[in-house]
């Protein structure tokens, strides 16, 4: 299974000999003069210089009148590793979702998901407020001892009711994410997405798959992307993440459906115009930046060890499988700022939840300062003394 196997490009595909990023973020922090070791997401990467120089040298037009070749190349190549017809570029992930959940679903019907999925808990009620799409969730933890955001397909079909006449909303489509971003990074395995599409197709209910972060799961579980692709009527993966790129998504789907969705973006203000510059960097990281995601998880697993064993019972490294960790800790917020002050990021997303994300601009170096900064800052709070006096709130997802 190659992910990303390279492919001629319209774009120029200039190799990074050592893959990494400039300039790097594994430095000590700021009392040293470095970059922080940045592990609030994977949507800080920056390009690398390969990425800078194909984006520069990319072929471009007017894509709004479907004459730029670096974005038709992007769009085809996506469609065609998750087995689709046709895919469109959007400039975010949240439009993404928004535009394949709106092909499968009219106003006043129901979507369901999990209940910390991204479509209803950070698209800033888009799919209601523009798609007039009401949501109905099931809990994030469907049986005890699940991993959060793992789909349980008997759960699903068991809330579906596709043809609720004149009294209840009707279920027109149900939304899955894989990996699971508010999960920790869970992955949903293949074989359970199959029974899902199985008793959805059978139900008449659509499925779109939120796959900002596909390409990790494909690379842990070495999946090929059209296997997922043929679990969903309509799918959205992120190259602005894990990749590396600075901007864009792209959704597939059918060639109607995607020839709707055109239209629907914009309508919402997605028309671009030179966004060849753009596919470029995609193009790019599809060659370069897929099969390396595997560096990520192992080092998101050496940092779930390195804090479970200074604060234990705060996450099970036997779950962290992508390049996602969260950890169950007292006063996180306060947490967060005491790492902070040490040079290393990370993202409050609760009271009681930190997350950890792994990514191309943090390499071994970086991920062992953070383990050490975490290690330091956990152990104060397993001793019973809380995380050093820093600045508190709540950080941005």
């Known amino acids: 299974m190659s992910v990303g196997a390279p492919a001629a490009s319209t774009a120029s595909a200039v190799a990074d000999p050592s893959g990494a ?42 894509d709004v009148y479907g004459e730029d070749p670096t974005t038709t190349e992007l769009e085809q190549r996506v469609a065609a590793m998750l087995g689709h017809e046709a895919g469109l570029l959007t400039p975010s992930g949240s439009m993404a979702n928004v535009l394949g959940v709106r092909l499968l679903v009219e106003p006043g019907q129901e979507l369901l998901c999990d209940s910390l999925a991204h479509v209803v808990r950070a698209e800033m009620g888009a799919h209601g407020a523009l798609g007039g799409i009401t949501t109905r969730t099931w809990p994030s933890v469907p049986r005890q001892g699940a991993p959060p955001g793992l789909v349980d397909a008997e759960v699903v079909e068991a809330m579906m009711t596709p043809d609720a006449g004149p009294y209840l909303v009707s279920t027109a489509a149900v939304a899955v994410e894989n990996t699971h971003n508010f999960g920790g990074g869970t992955i949903t395995p293949l074989p359970v997405l199959a029974d899902l599409r199985e008793r959805t197709r059978a139900a008449g209910v659509a499925v779109h798959l939120d796959g900002a972060r596909l390409w990790n799961a494909a690379v842990a579980d070495g999946v090929d992307l059209a296997d997922y692709g043929a679990c969903a009527d309509t799918v959205s993966v992120c190259l602005s993440k894990g990749l590396g790129a600075p901007i864009g998504s792209v959704l597939v789907g059918s060639a ?19 966004t060849g510059v753009l596919a470029a960097a995609g193009l790019h990281a599809l060659d370069h930046h897929v099969d390396r995601l595997a560096e990520d998880h192992r080092r998101a697993a050496d940092l779930a060890a390195a804090c479970a064993a200074a604060l234990p019972g705060c996450v099970d490294p036997a779950s962290v499988r992508s390049n996602i960790v969260v950890l169950d800790v007292p006063g996180a917020a306060e947490i967060a700022a005491a790492a902070a002050a040490r040079g290393v990021r990370v993202s409050a997303l609760g009271p009681r939840m930190l997350r950890l994300v792994t990514h191309l601009d943090v390499d071994d170096a970086g991920a062992r300062r953070a383990a050490e900064v975490l290690e330091e800052v956990l152990t104060g709070v397993e001793r019973g003394r809380g995380a050093p006096d820093g600045p508190s709130g709540r950080q941005q997802p």
């Open 256 to 274: 109607e459906r995607i020839a709707r969705a055109r239209v629907l973006r914009k309508r919402l203000g997605g028309g671009m115009r030179q």
């Open 21 to 62: 990023p400039s300039p790097s973020t594994s430095g000590a922090g700021p009392d040293g003069g470095d970059q922080p070791v940045d592990l609030r997401s994977d949507t800080v990467t920056r390009p690398t210089s390969a990425m800078r120089r194909a984006m520069a040298e990319a072929l471009v037009g007017d």
